[in-house]
Each structure stands twice: as structure tokens, then as C-alpha cells.
């Protein structure tokens, strides 16, 4: 499948770049960004760390403000960027922040009209991978990670296909949806009424059923103003308890939910990935 370059700018002697596709997951044009670092220049094929954006982002959001480039050039990793959901004026929207275009929540949507487009488990999962594979000097070496509705959607895809990854994180995740505002609205509009079907896109329900334990950190910040409300980490840290899953939860005492708190501890993840990779 053909890519279309629209950017490329040189960063720690790699380059960031941002290509366009049409994608048959999403049935629509979609965007994505990739960090390539100095490795490749000589030849060298890199792993893979998928990044999955929260809320309103696009691809730019993490590759602009996480700074994430430095430790990636030094790690010899590539970046993999979605844009958040399907786009484009025949793509169904909403008016609200928390659902639509940019609120994909990385499900598969069995409800009309969301079903036409909105595959972004399918995306991520199958169809991007297997692009980048194909086009870009990189190993079958995958990792995965995310921020808030991200870090939802890395959580969840990795429990689902835990033999496609070999760690996964996550910053400020909305760790058990079927139980705060944003996730409920999400799901009744993605998936139907049925609550049956939520579990399958849940940390704290796939945890418990899954038997292969990849290894797991997610960072939360104490201040974060969605933390009682939408992210619960506590139920998260309850269930790993229960089933003994290798989760390290760690509370950021002072840190908010912006990208200023990923940026602070964005070198942690990478390095846990890498060790990970080896």
C-alpha cells in the first residue's frame, strides 16, 4: 500500500517524518508519524514503540511535546504515532470532545454509524504494524504505550495480543472505563448497550483473564485532575494484586495530566522497553 511523505525533519541525526494512507481498517485517508533514529543509516533494522494518544490529539502531540526523540536516537528505537481515530468529512463525528473524531478509544465499533470507520483496534493491531513493516528498516520488535484514553488503548491491546508486544506502559490510563463518564459514553456509542461486550476493552476485566503477564509500568500523577473521576488506577493496582500480574504503578507526587509530566518521565519508559527488546 502506497505512503504519502508530508514531512520529515532531522532530530537528534534521525529524522521524524509524517506520511498519509489510505487505510481499509478505517475505511478513510489516515495519518501517522514515525521516528526513525541515526541506526538506520547504517544499515541497522530497529524495534518499535507504538505510542497511542489520548483525547482531542493527533499524531503531532507526543512527538512535539514528549521529547522523546533524544532517548529514542541513543536506544536505537523507532516511534510509531497514530492519529487518534478515523477522520475526514464522511467519517462519522459528535460534538463532544469525548467521542468521534479524535475519540476513537481504540475499539473495534459494532453500532451504527461509528462501524463504518471506527476500527482502531483493528488498526493498530493488524494493518499499521504490517505497514510499517513493510516500508520501514525495522524488526518484527514491537512495544506499546500511551496516554490517558492511550494509555487505555495500549493497555487493553497489549492484554488482548500479548504475543505482538513485548512490554507495555502507559501515563495516567483510564484504567477501568466501564466505570467513569468517559468510558460508559464511549462504550454505549461504540459497542451498544450490552455491558458484556465493555469487558473485552477494559485493563481491570482483560487482567484477570489473561495468562501470559507481559511486563507492565504505568506512571500517574497525584494532581491530576481526572484521577478520582476517570482514571482510577486503584482498581488497576487491586486487580494486579488479586492475579499477581507484574504491573509497577507509580504514584507522581506534584504531576498533572499533561504532556509536561510525560515529558518527565518519558526517558523510564523508553529504557524499560529497550531492556525489554533485548
Known amino acids: 500500500m502506497p505512503l504519502n511523505n508530508i514531512s520529515s525533519n532531522k532530530v537528534f541525526d534521525g529524522w521524524n517524518k509524517q506520511y498519509t494512507h489510505t487505510s481499509t481498517s478505517l475505511n478513510c485517508e489516515m495519518r501517522f508519524a514515525i521516528y526513525l533514529p541515526p541506526q538506520i543509516a547504517q544499515g541497522q533494522k530497529v524495534p518499535v514503540l507504538y505510542w497511542l494518544s489520548g483525547l482531542t490529539c493527533t499524531d503531532e502531540n507526543f512527538m512535539h511535546k514528549a521529547g522523546a526523540q533524544r532517548i529514542a536516537a541513543e536506544l536505537g528505537m523507532a516511534i510509531v504515532a497514530p492519529d487518534t481515530s478515523p477522520r475526514g468529512e464522511s467519517v462519522a463525528d459528535d460534538e463532544g470532545y469525548d467521542f468521534g473524531q479524535g475519540a476513537g478509544f481504540y475499539v473495534?465499533?459494532?453500532?451504527?454509524?461509528?462501524?463504518?470507520?471506527?476500527?482502531?483496534?483493528?488498526y493498530v493491531v493488524n494493518e499499521l504494524p504490517k505497514l510499517i513493516e513493510?516500508?520501514?528498516?525495522?524488526?518484527?520488535?514491537?512495544?506499546?504505550?500511551?496516554?490517558?484514553?492511550?494509555?487505555?488503548?495500549?493497555?487493553?491491546?497489549?492484554?488482548?495480543?500479548?504475543?505482538?508486544?513485548?512490554?507495555?506502559?502507559?501515563?495516567?490510563?483510564?484504567?477501568n472505563p466501564i466505570n467513569c463518564p468517559w468510558g460508559q459514553k464511549a462504550f454505549t456509542g461504540y459497542l451498544?448497550?450490552?455491558?458484556?461486550?465493555?469487558?473485552?476493552?477494559?485493563?481491570?476485566?482483560?487482567?484477570?483473564?489473561?495468562?501470559?503477564?507481559?511486563?507492565?509500568?504505568?506512571?500517574?500523577?497525584?494532581e491530576d485532575n481526572f484521577l478520582v473521576e476517570q482514571l482510577k488506577p486503584e482498581a488497576l493496582t487491586e486487580v494486579?494484586?488479586?492475579?499477581?500480574?507484574?504491573?509497577?504503578?507509580?504514584?507522581?507526587?506534584?504531576?498533572?495530566?499533561?504532556?509536561?509530566?510525560?515529558?518527565?518521565?518519558?526517558?523510564?519508559?523508553?529504557?524499560?522497553?529497550a531492556k525489554h527488546f533485548a
Open 134 to 175: 513493510a516500508h520501514f528498516p525495522v524488526t518484527q520488535q514491537r512495544a506499546i504505550s500511551g496516554h490517558s484514553m492511550g494509555g487505555h488503548g495500549a493497555l487493553t491491546i497489549a492484554l488482548k495480543n500479548p504475543k505482538n508486544f513485548s512490554s507495555v506502559s502507559a501515563f495516567s490510563p483510564i484504567a
Open 192 to 222: 451498544g448497550k450490552d455491558k458484556k461486550t465493555w469487558q473485552e476493552y477494559d485493563t481491570t476485566m482483560l487482567m484477570q483473564k489473561t495468562e501470559a503477564k507481559l511486563p507492565m509500568l504505568v506512571d500517574q500523577g497525584s
Open 108 to 122: 473495534n465499533a459494532t453500532q451504527a454509524p461509528w462501524n463504518r470507520h471506527y476500527h482502531m483496534s483493528d
Open 240 to 273: 494486579a494484586n488479586k492475579v499477581d500480574y507484574p504491573l509497577e504503578l507509580r504514584m507522581q507526587p506534584g504531576f498533572d495530566h499533561s504532556y509536561f509530566f510525560i515529558a518527565s518521565f518519558i526517558e523510564d519508559h523508553l529504557r524499560f522497553h
